[in-house]
Structure formats: C-alpha cells, structure tokens
C-alpha cells in the first residue's frame, strides 16, 4: 500500500503526511531531522510575508449553497482492547514537536515569561507545524480523516514539555480552527478555515473565563440577546493580537459557543497580566453590542468545555514531566553533608512520588483522549483527570520547588515558572482545545 493510501484510510496516518509537510520546507533541516551537526533554532522565513498578510486579511463570507452540508470528522475506529501506546506515526509527529519545544520554546521561555510576549518568530515556526491542522477534515485542507483527540493530548503534552505559556499561544489558533471543524455550518468552514490552512495562520483564541471568582463555565453573565454579545472575557490568549473568537455566552436555552471577528466595533481588548502563563500574553475582551454568528449548539458547547479541559491536562502532563526531569538530576549532583541530597530518604520520596502521580494523570488524561477520539462518552474521564492534574499537577510544581531550596525561589532556575505555569490548570477554561 502506498503512503498517500495509508494517509488517507488510517486515523492516524496523517502524521505521516504532517511529516512530509515538514520535509518539503527547510524547517526539518533546522530541527536536525536531516544533519544532526546542523540543529539550529528556528526562524521563520516568511515573517514579513505573514504580517503584510494579517494585516490585510479579511475573511470572505461564503453563501450557502443548496444540498450543501458541513464536513465533520467521523470517530476513529477502536483497536477492541484497552491500550494506549501511541502509534508509529503519532511518536514520528511527536518527536518532531518535542525537538520543537526543547531547541525553541524551552530556550526563549524566560525570555517570553518576562516580556509577557512569545517571539514572533516562534509563533511562526510553531504554524509551520501545522497545529493548527489537526483537527481539520483533509475536505478542508487538513490533513486528517478521522478524530485525532488522541493525538492533540500527545502534541499539547510535548508542547508543555519545553514551555507551558508559550505552548499556549501557539495553541491558540488550533483552538478555533478545532471548533469550527468541529462544530461550524458549512458556510463557516468555508469562510474562516482556508484561513488556517493556508501559508498566513491568523491569530485567534477561544474565550469561556469570565473575570469572577469561582467561575462555572455553564453559568456564563456575558449574555447573547437579539444577536448581540454583551459581557466581559478573561485570560485570553494572544487577545490583542487575535483575529478572530470564538466566545462563550449564555443563551435563553444555555451557553453555547459564538464567532466574531475582532475588528468589529464594541470590540476592546486589555492586557491581564497574571501569575502564569504570561508568555500566552492573556488579556481581556470587553464585549459591547458585537455581532455574533452561532457556532454549533447548546451540546457542543459541553464538549467544547469537557475538550478544553482535556487540552489543560495534557499541558500539565508535558510541565509536570519538565519538573520531574529537571529535579532528578539536581538532587543527585547537589551534595549536603558530603553526599547529593537524593540519598536523603525525605527528598527521594518526594521524588519518587512526583514520578508516581505524573504516570496516574497520564493514565486518565491518555484514556480520556482515547475515548473522545473514538467518539465514546468521557464526560467521566475528563472531570477524573482534571481532578487529578489538578491537584497532582499543583502538588508537583510546590515540590519542585521546595526540592531545590533556595534555588527553587530564584528565577535562575526555571522550576519556579513551572510552579507558576501549573496552577493555572485548575483555573483556565478554553483557550485550549483538543
């Protein structure tokens, strides 16, 4: 069987296509896929062509055509037994996001974390990627067949790894390109995803947090009334610089999810700096009488909740492993007493048990993504492994912490941005989307 036949049948095999992408571009070059004596960090060859483009850009409404309908991505099909090893072809995709998140985002993360900015030129090699393809029927100019909800949790993960804030905002424009695959009419799809598959990814993000304290996203005050939003978003991605919205906003019938462009006018945007995350450079859109077309319904508006949250625990898992693999080296080369602080039984527990809940919140998190790929019910799965992420994930970036002393307070160190990073998992909503 030829590799375009294999593309196009299996799941996953677009990771394979995804892969011949690269090897058209001198991207793969650059993560010394080729040359190993040739890893450079990358930059983006097409800067100047991708602002003039965004600059310019304007979406194209398209009219319905009659006996046209949306294309959506049918379920992957189940192997029959329990098992979450990855594929061949999704740890081929992985391990290119992973050179990825350690050559660049892990480099450049105290640098964005302090500038509350992630480089230009970062988040436009992360488009080279093609995140924001994923999720995208290969009708539309993907490069998948079926759901892949699976693989986003592996790239989210891997993202993580090397920077959770800035994986967070070269995460962003996935998140409304998934929703509109997902959920969008078939004039939507036509309007705003050639958009995504194109050589100029616009900025965009999907906003559900609202300004409050114990914020329920199914209990939403920005209200949609006569075709009209009204209300206050919060921690938005790349807000001020986003194109595009996809926003939340209570209906007489429930929440249900809204696109809007963001040069309409009742459109404010302000920046919201926070404890973490800053290199997403988070903000806050003030919504004013704003024209809003409807995305989906009333239901998709709970998948896109539980499928967010499922994108939030893979981000803890991928900072959760940096913890883990940065502290075990330091404990067993930092010596106390004439011998590294690891022999401590106090410090190898600590270690260990680090270890042990990160494998607990992938085990949940993994089967969880596997039954939204295959289109099981994992309203369960997903509020079991928010739960654990969670809490586990804060517990392990306070450890990181304390296992490092005094280090661990000093920004010479990069645990105390992962501490910061980590508690936001148990506050975010949206933004991200698997």
């Not at 790929?373 to 392990?396: H, N, W, Y």
């Not at 912490?401 to 998992?425: C, M, N, S, T």
């Amino acid at each position: 069987m030829s590799l375009q036949q294999r593309t196009r049948r299996d799941a996953i095999g677009f990771g394979v296509a995804w892969l011949n992408k690269l090897a058209r571009s001198r991207t793969i070059d650059r993560f010394g896929l080729r040359k190993p004596a040739e890893r450079v960090v990358f930059e983006a060859t097409k800067t100047g062509f991708r602002t003039a483009g965004a600059l310019s850009r304007r979406f194209t409404a398209v009219s319905k055509q009659a006996g046209s309908a949306p294309s959506r991505l049918p379920a992957a099909r189940g192997s029959g037994y329990f098992d979450l090893t990855p594929t061949e072809d999704q740890e081929l995709m992985v391990g290119v996001v992973r050179e990825f998140a350690t050559e660049v985002l892990r480099p450049a993360a105290s640098a964005a974390d302090t500038a509350c900015a992630t480089e230009r030129t970062v988040l436009d090699s992360s488009a080279e990627l093609g995140l924001s393809l994923i999720e995208v029927h290969e009708e539309l100019g993907g490069i998948v067949t079926e759901r892949s909800a699976m693989t986003g949790v592996l790239v989210a993960e891997a993202l993580a790894q090397g920077d959770m804030g800035q994986a967070v905002a070269c995460l962003a424009p996935s998140a409304v390109s998934t929703a509109i695959s997902l959920w969008g009419d078939e004039t939507q799809q036509a309007t705003y995803l050639p958009a995504f598959t194109g050589a100029s990814v616009p900025a965009a993000a999907l906003a559900l947090v609202e300004p409050r304290p114990v914020f329920d996203p199914y209990d939403l005050k920005t209200r949609y009334t006569g075709g009209l939003l009204n209300g206050v978003k919060s921690l938005v991605p790349r807000g001020a610089e986003a194109e595009l919205f996809v926003i939340g906003a209570q209906t007489d019938a429930g929440p249900a999810l809204f696109l809007i462009e963001a040069d309409h006018p009742g459109v404010t945007i302000e920046a919201e700096p926070s404890m973490g995350l800053r290199a997403a450079s988070l903000s806050r859109v003030i919504l004013a009488d704003v024209p809003a077309a409807p995305l989906g319904t009333v239901d998709d508006y709970a998948e896109c909740v539980r499928l967010s949250r499922l994108g939030w625990c893979a981000l803890a898992l991928g900072t959760a492993r940096a913890v883990l693999d940065y502290v075990t080296p330091y404990v067993n080369s930092r010596y106390a007493f004439g011998e590294p602080i690891s022999h401590r039984q106090s410090v190898a527990f600590m270690v260990a048990n680090i270890g042990i809940e990160l494998e607990g919140m992938k085990l949940v998190t993994y089967r969880a993504g596997s039954r939204a790929s295959q289109g099981l019910p994992f309203a369960r799965e997903v509020a079991l492994a928010r739960r654990l992420c969670t809490d586990k994930g804060m517990r392990i970036g306070t450890d990181g912490v304390q296992l490092l002393g005094g280090h661990g307070f000093v920004k010479e160190h990069p645990v105390e941005r992962w501490y910061r990073d980590l508690r936001a998992i148990g506050v975010m909503e949206g933004a991200v989307l698997i």
